[in-house]
């Protein structure tokens, strides 16, 4: 596991979108695993610009998601398929026959059979990924086991209390959702990991500091994938004390004591 601590949240997400398109550089037809909420839309803004600069070509990709809510169609303005279309596929030319995102309207038994089919068929080359508050990563909310492959799953109340700001009320917010599994996530070649906000302290204190690993805070299990990169600005980095077997990383730190 590498810390990369940044002097802010911008340069995170700036640092996580060229770690995508050097990944994409080297390799045109990735499948790459993607993630929605707050914290990744400066990445998808980085990778935007990337493209429009032409600098990064998605034509050859395979787009797969961590989640979706239960019950929302894909144009529901809150569903996860229309944050990807707005955020990164329409923008960077990402087609829809590219794109494998749990649907919400479908009967969860069969979307599960399709998902799990593609991730057995594609490997997850690059996760891009984040936290909840509760230590979440994909919808894999505490619990007392990791699972495995993409399932159906009950949201923590903290989560739909976390998200009910995206909907006009508490009520709105959907109860379940189908996310990828943990041992998926774990099998992605790399890891892209960022957050960003004190919220995120006692998850990020969970995962980087000495401590267990355990599905209480499902995050936590990234203290064993083989490269995981985590990007967190110097302001919730320095409230961290990382274990000993975590490489980190100061951005700018040569340039700062050559100053
Ligand atoms: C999103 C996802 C979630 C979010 C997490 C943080 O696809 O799987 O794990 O990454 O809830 O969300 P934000 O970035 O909104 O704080």
Redo the contacts with the bound molecule.
Sequence with gaps: MRLIITRSGLESAQLAAEAIRTALVQKPDMTLG????????PVYQALVDAYQQGRADFSRIHAV???EYVGLSPDHPQS?RRYMEENLFRPVGIRPEQVVIPRGDLEPEGELVRLNQFTAAHPIDLQL?????NG?????EPESVFYDKYHLVSLAQQ?RI??ARFFSSMEEVPTQAI?MGVGDIMRAGKIVFL???Q??LPAMQAILEPGPVTPACQGTVLKLHRDCDIYLDQELAGQITPAPEVEVIRVGAAKEVLL
């Design positions: 993607l993630a929605t909420g707050s914290t990744p839309i998601n961590l989640d996860y990924l984040s936290v909840g508050v979440h990563i994909g919808f894999n989560t976390s998200n996310t957050a960003t906000g919220e995120k």
